[in-house]
């Protein structure tokens, strides 16, 4: 354990906490959260340090983001090297190294037929650019009266007003805005999980709302493979096939929503490329920079920024749109991984995951457990308690945290066999 000067624990840590309580509001949360906040000091690699002395095994990766652990010496100094040079230019009329770099990493490696990069500064506003996108295209293309879209049961696409319409409108946490947000269409979700035997009546629903609404429908928008925060569900690829096919029959655009599973966590380095499909407008985020600065991105085809562009402009403007420090730590983190052997490192994790986790099946409690890529998910038979299982994983030295009937973990890619132990034996405990 690294002594209190190493770790820079600020004087009066308790009365920070005491703070915190009164005056920040945390996600999800009330004023004062119900939960205790956990006062962090730092970290590195795959450990979390707090200002008590406790030092956790981060089995999250920041909400999926730090990929490649904390405190990275390259990434580090990638930061240190922009900020010497340019902090934050703006994006109107300017343009910048970092940026021109880093979308042509992106197109260089996200699955063939995407030609442009718009750069925003979130995940789910990613996904407002790619609605603005789609409405303007089929605008472009002569159909402005498709303003709708169809999303899947079980998705999540972000907290933002067109991003939660898109979100599961029952199962979802955005119900106090039921009677505010947009409208849309929802298809069942994918009965058929990644791994199952096919069948292709597990396309019935969207390929019904498709014949019943494509004049009003300009985009369907899909988590590809991997149901996020919606549920953790892991589905066929041949299901992504097929809605591909519908969308080109129907005149409709595929949005795919890969801000989770962008850069490897499926097992793929694009969680398309199960399927081996190209979306019309793709959405990246989370570990874009290996979680050091907020950054998203909405790629899209040649064919769909030519429609537009031929109409007039893309009608969005972010202040903090590809900011420099941002873009440079971007293409610092793709190389990072490129030049490491992550495949192998994915799929070692899931080898373990599978092994490990497999303990759960045997508690009554536990509906299901399953593996994909670096991601593990136990689903429970009923919610689990956050705040009393929250407690649980700390004492156990390991950071996890659940949600609705869900354990799961999403841990950095440079996790150890040792320290990946360590958090799913807790997760076998707390759950057991």
Same mark, same amino acid.
């Given at each position: 354990?690294?002594?209190?000067?190493?770790?820079?624990?600020?004087?009066?840590?308790?009365?920070? $906490?005491?703070?915190?309580?009164?005056?920040?509001?945390?996600?999800?949360?009330?004023?004062? %959260?119900?939960?205790?906040?956990?006062?962090?000091?730092?970290?590195?690699?795959?450990?979390?340090?707090?200002?008590?002395?406790?030092?956790?095994?981060?089995?999250?990766?920041?909400?999926?983001?730090?990929?490649?652990?904390?405190?990275?010496?390259?990434?580090?100094?990638?930061?240190?090297?922009?900020?010497?040079?340019?902090?934050?230019?703006? *994006?109107?009329?300017?343009?910048?190294?970092?940026?021109?770099?880093?979308?042509?990493?992106?197109?260089?490696?996200?699955?063939?037929?995407?030609?442009?990069?718009? *750069?925003?500064?979130?995940?789910?506003?990613?996904?407002?650019?790619?609605?603005?996108?789609?409405?303007?295209?089929?605008?472009?293309?002569?159909?402005?009266?498709?303003?709708?879209?169809?999303?899947?049961?079980?998705?999540?696409?972000?907290?933002?007003?067109?991003?939660?319409?898109?979100?599961?409108?029952?199962?979802?946490?955005?119900?106090? *805005?039921?009677?505010?947000?947009?409208?849309?269409?929802?298809?069942?979700?994918?009965?058929?999980?990644?791994?199952?035997?096919?069948? !292709?009546?597990?396309? !019935?629903?969207?390929?019904?709302?498709?014949?019943?609404?494509?004049?009003?429908?300009?985009?369907?928008? $899909?988590?590809?493979?991997?149901?996020?925060?919606?549920?953790?569900?892991?589905?066929?690829?041949?299901?992504?096939?097929?809605?591909?096919?519908?969308?080109? &029959?129907?005149?409709?655009?595929?949005?795919? !929503?890969?801000?989770?599973?962008?850069?490897?966590?499926?097992?793929? $380095?694009?969680?398309?490329?199960?399927?081996?499909?190209?979306?019309?407008?793709?959405?990246?985020?989370?570990?874009?920079?290996?979680?050091?600065?907020?950054?998203?991105?909405?790629?899209?085809?040649?064919?769909?920024?030519?429609?537009?562009?031929?109409?007039?402009?893309?009608?969005?403007? %972010?202040?903090?749109?590809?900011?420099?420090?941002?873009?440079?730590?971007?293409?610092?983190?793709?190389?990072? $991984?490129?030049?490491?052997?992550?495949?192998?490192?994915?799929?070692?994790?899931?080898?373990?995951?599978?092994?490990?986790?497999?303990?759960?099946?045997?508690? !009554?409690?536990?509906?299901?457990?399953?593996?994909?890529?670096?991601?593990?998910?136990?689903?429970?038979?009923?919610?689990?308690?956050?705040?009393?299982?929250?407690?649980?994983?700390?004492?156990?030295?390991?950071?996890?945290? %659940?949600?609705?009937?869900?354990?799961?973990?999403?841990?950095?890619?440079?996790?150890?066999?040792?320290?990946?132990?360590?958090?799913?034996? &807790?997760?076998?405990?707390?759950?057991?």
């Amino acid at each position: 354990m690294p002594d209190d000067a190493q770790l820079n624990i600020p004087p009066g840590w308790d009365a920070l $906490l005491q703070s915190d309580r009164s005056g920040v509001w945390h996600p999800y949360t009330t004023v004062p %959260p119900q939960s205790p906040q956990l006062l962090v000091v730092s970290a590195n690699g795959v450990t979390i340090h707090l200002a008590d002395g406790k030092t956790l095994i981060d089995g999250m990766a920041s909400w999926w983001c730090a990929i490649h652990g904390y405190n990275h010496p390259v990434l580090n100094q990638a930061v240190v090297k922009q900020l010497a040079s340019t902090a934050h230019v703006m *994006f109107g009329g300017l343009t910048h190294e970092p940026a021109i770099q880093l979308a042509e990493r992106l197109l260089a490696i996200t699955p063939a037929g995407l030609g442009v990069v718009f *750069f925003c500064d979130s995940g789910s506003v990613s996904v407002e650019v790619a609605i603005k996108m789609a409405i303007q295209y089929q605008a472009a293309q002569g159909s402005p009266s498709r303003q709708k879209f169809v999303a899947l049961r079980g998705g999540y696409h972000g907290d933002t007003f067109g991003a939660m319409a898109l979100c599961d409108p029952v199962t979802g946490m955005h119900h106090h *805005f039921k009677h505010v947000v947009a409208k849309h269409y929802f298809a069942e979700r994918p009965a058929i999980r990644f791994g199952g035997e096919w069948l !292709d009546s597990d396309v !019935d629903s969207i390929g019904d709302l498709l014949d019943r609404h494509s004049d009003e429908i300009a985009a369907v928008v $899909l988590e590809p493979i991997v149901q996020g925060a919606g549920g953790m569900w892991f589905y066929h690829p041949e299901y992504l096939r097929s809605v591909r096919a519908l969308c080109d &029959a129907h005149g409709v655009l595929l949005i795919a !929503d890969e801000i989770a599973t962008g850069f490897g966590r499926s097992g793929k $380095l694009f969680a398309c490329e199960h399927a081996d499909v190209t979306p019309d407008i793709l959405c990246l985020g989370k570990a874009l920079t290996g979680g050091y600065m907020t950054l998203a991105a909405t790629l899209a085809t040649d064919e769909v920024a030519n429609a537009i562009s031929g109409a007039g402009p893309l009608m969005h403007g %972010p202040t903090f749109m590809a900011n420099p420090l941002a873009c440079a730590v971007a293409n610092a983190s793709i190389d990072l $991984l490129l030049s490491s052997n992550w495949s192998a490192r994915v799929a070692a994790i899931e080898s373990q995951l599978n092994k490990e986790l497999e303990a759960c099946r045997g508690s !009554d409690k536990v509906e299901d457990v399953r593996v994909l890529g670096a991601i593990g998910v136990v689903e429970l038979k009923a919610p689990i308690d956050l705040r009393t299982a929250t407690a649980q994983f700390v004492h156990r030295g390991v950071w996890v945290r %659940p949600f609705g009937r869900l354990v799961y973990v999403m841990p950095p890619y440079v996790i150890g066999h040792d320290d990946l132990s360590r958090v799913t034996g &807790a997760v076998v405990e707390v759950v057991s």
